[in-house]
Antibody, heavy 114, light 110 residues
Framework: QVQLQESGPGLVKPSETLSLTCTVS????????WSWIRQPAGKGLEWIGR???????KYNPSLESRVAMSVDTSKNQFSLRLDSVSATDTAVYYC????????WGQGTLVTVSS | QTVVTQEPSLTVSPGGTVTLTCASS?????????PNWFQQKPGQAPRALIHGTSNKHSWTPARFSGSLLGGKAALTLSGVQPEDEADYYC??????????FGGGTKLTVL
């Protein structure tokens, strides 16, 4: 049974950096694509980006200047970094296995506020 | 900026059939966009239903099917059940790598 779990601070100050980690259990991270998706309260899903364990990544053009993803195969984790956050980055952040989007984390709420 | 458009809301009677569609601002949706469909109920993470236009996951009920219809990706629910009331999102991939979600369809079973 593949499971994904997001972790990271639930509160980030404006202009600072949001950092989240997704820990994968039940399968190796090395064989798949992995994505981050977010959802502001009451709104739709937004694709942030995806990467392969090999390191190749593709990001949402609207976020590309502020976002970076990375993979740590030794820990079976992948991470999201979003710089210079503002209130509009407040959302539930999901990680997902995106080769066929079959497995998702439960989501973690990140609030941007001073 | 690429926009993926879904019906904002649809209503269907129990036992009925409904088709949700997913259109691209760039033109006709083809299998090359690798259409995905997700169901999301309040307070829950999205659940994958369809990938690669029409491929079901092991947990996808048989009443859900994916297709291409009139230049759009489509999700058809046949024999709708009350528990199918949810938000539905499509996801298209551009250039094989750039994902864009549709705005979602709120399906009411009434």
């Amino acid at each position: 049974q593949v499971q994904l779990q997001e972790s990271g601070p639930g509160l980030v100050k404006p202009s600072e950096t949001l950092s989240l980690t997704c820990t994968v259990s039940g399968d190796s991270i090395s064989n798949y694509y992995w994505s981050w998706i977010r959802q502001p309260a009451g709104k739709g899903l937004e694709w942030i980006g995806r990467m392969h364990a090999s390191g190749s990544a593709k990001y949402n053009p609207s976020l590309e200047s502020r976002v970076a993803m990375s993979v740590d195969t030794s820990k079976n984790q992948f991470s999201l970094r979003l710089d210079s956050v503002s209130a509009t980055d407040t959302a539930v952040y999901y990680c997902a296995r995106s080769s066929s989007h079959d497995y998702w984390g439960q989501g973690t709420l990140v609030t941007v506020s001073s | 900026q690429t926009v993926v458009t879904q019906e904002p809301s649809l209503t269907v009677s129990p036992g009925g059939t409904v088709t949700l569609t997913c259109a691209s601002s760039t033109g006709a949706v083809t299998s090359g966009y690798y259409p995905n469909w997700f169901q999301q109920k309040p307070g829950q993470a999205p659940r994958a239903l369809i990938h690669g236009t029409s491929n079901k996951h092991s947990w996808t009920p048989a009443r859900f099917s994916g297709s291409l219809l009139g230049g759009k990706a489509a999700l058809t629910l046949s024999g709708v059940q009350p528990e199918d009331e949810a938000d539905y999102y499509c996801l298209l991939y551009y250039g094989g790598a750039q994902g864009v979600f549709g705005g979602g369809t709120k399906l009411t079973v009434l």
